[in-house]
């Protein structure tokens, strides 16, 4: 399976921007780049997913590099209830998801 | 709509014992998942189902039984718990399995 790297936390003030990293140098051309959060006891919460444009919707964009090796989400306000796990999972056809470790974010009162 | 709703919400079990998870879905999804999630790790599928009548394995299948009753509903059945087994259990469902999955709200187990 292709994997993903992502850093295992990142903190953000509130009310400002956040920008999630996710690196898949290993990404085949029918991979699809999803993204799904988990809140604090709760089950993951899908986000955004997209192939090679990048992607808007009313939780967050996702910015896909050229060469489909990273992308990045991105939540344009952080508030305290986007404190939550964040999974970038890659996705090709009828395979089922793979989840890693995720990045924690933390906000910032 | 309910979305993915699971029972029970905890659950505590000696060595040994047996018990079913229990997950239904409204939604008129096809598909169907059971996914496991240990302390600080993500989640693992354990079996999924892509449509009624048929079962999968995941990546960790053992231990594990499941049954796909009907659209609705996707059972998860431990015949011999373990302490290995101790887990949080997540059912998920989406309409295909190229589609986004819908997660519950989770069954806490613990095996004693």
């Known amino acids: 399976d292709a994997k993903t790297t992502q850093p295992n936390s990142m903190e953000s003030n509130e009310e400002e921007p956040v920008h999630l990293p996710c690196n898949h140098s290993?990404?085949?051309?029918?991979?699809?780049i999803h993204w799904y959060r988990q809140l604090p006891s709760q089950g993951p919460e899908y986000v955004i997913h997209?192939?090679?444009s990048n992607v808007n919707n009313r939780m967050a964009s996702l910015a896909i590099a050229e060469d489909r090796k990273s992308s990045t989400l991105i939540l344009h306000r952080a508030t305290l209830r986007d404190a939550a796990v964040y999974y970038c999972i890659l996705k090709s056809g009828n395979t089922p998801l793979v989840f890693g470790k995720g990045t924690r974010l933390s906000v910032i009162a | 709509n309910a979305g993915v709703t699971q029972t029970p919400k905890f659950q505590v079990l000696k060595t040994g014992q047996s018990m079913t998870l229990q997950c239904a879905q409204d939604m008129n999804h096809n598909s169907m998942y059971w996914y496991r999630q240990d302390p600080g790790m993500g989640l693992r599928l354990i079996y999924y189902?892509?449509?009624?009548?048929?079962?999968d394995k995941g990546e960790v299948p053992n231990g594990y039984n499941v049954s796909r009753l009907n659209k609705r509903e996707f059972s998860l059945r431990l015949e011999s718990a373990a302490p290995s087994q101790t887990s949080v259990y997540f059912c998920?469902?989406?309409?295909?399995?190229?589609?986004?999955?819908?997660f519950g709200p989770g069954t806490r187990l613990t095996v004693t």
């Open positions: 998920a469902s989406s309409f295909g399995r190229n589609y986004e999955q819908y």
């Open positions: 997209g192939l090679t």
């Open positions: 290993t990404i085949s051309g029918t991979d699809y």
């Open positions: 189902s892509a449509s009624e009548g048929t079962t």
